[in-house]
């Protein structure tokens, strides 16, 4: 399953909405997490199952979709979110595969 | 601190081997399945093999079945990735990562947390 996100760059200014996008080349039911990438660190886990956010995540981080479309939604940018986002399925499990990230940068 | 620690990468020649450690600290691996993503900036981020809680089933990315193992130790809170065979496709920051578990489920590939990655260079 190829997961394809846009834009592959978002600029956007502390206090904005930003909304990103993945789409999987094949329906993935409801098994579709969200990462966080800093330079230097690993991926830290945002969103699972398409709107669940993880432990200690944020309400300003929101997902939704179905099926092939998913989005993830910033409310109000800080200045801490400015990062990598990957889109990843689990519906292959154990074969998931990764989104090729939109890097969100400041404005 | 909740720490994953990778270690053990390196250069080495084509055909080489390497065999890659991720330890806990602050958490446990026992009970848990544990994957290990590597990362290029070719590919991204890509599943490379995942290990079942008690370590009885691996699973393997068909790139590198046949010559990766993946294996545990839950006395000493650490994971194994033998790597044989190494090619210049295989160069990449090798990430540990555990299931993650939410109060009520845990999920074995929702990863969470994650380690800072080792860096594999595979060249002659």
């Known amino acids: 399953i190829v997961m394809t996100q846009s834009p592959a760059t978002l600029s956007a200014s502390p206090g904005e909405r930003a909304t990103l996008s993945c789409r999987a080349s094949q329906s993935v039911s409801d098994k579709l997490a969200w990462y966080q990438q800093k330079p230097g660190q690993g991926p830290r886990l945002l969103i699972y199952?398409?709107?669940t956010r993880a432990t200690s995540i944020p309400d300003r981080f929101s997902g939704s979709g179905s099926g092939t479309d998913f989005t993830l939604t910033i409310s109000s940018l800080q200045s801490d979110d400015f990062a990598i986002y990957y889109c990843q399925q689990y519906y292959d499990w154990p074969r998931g595969t990764f989104g090729q990230g939109t890097t969100l940068e400041m404005k | 601190e909740v720490q994953v620690l990778e270690s053990g990468g390196g250069l080495v020649q084509p055909g080489g081997s390497l065999r890659l450690s991720c330890a806990a600290s602050g958490l446990t691996f026992r009970g848990y399945a544990v994957t290990w993503v590597r990362q290029t900036s070719e590919k991204g981020l890509e599943w490379v093999s995942t290990i079942s809680d008690g370590g009885g089933k691996t699973y393997y990315a068909d790139s590198v079945k046949g010559r990766f193992t993946l294996s545990r130790d839950d006395a000493q809170n650490t994971i194994y990735l033998q790597m044989n065979s190494l090619r210049a496709e295989d160069t990449a920051l090798y990430y540990c990562?555990?299931?993650?578990?939410?109060?009520?489920?845990?999920?074995?590939?929702?990863?969470?947390?994650w380690g800072q990655g080792t860096s594999v260079t595979v060249s002659s």
């Open positions: 990562a555990r299931a993650y578990c939410s109060i009520t489920t845990c999920y074995n590939f929702i990863l969470d947390p």
């Open positions: 199952s398409v709107s």
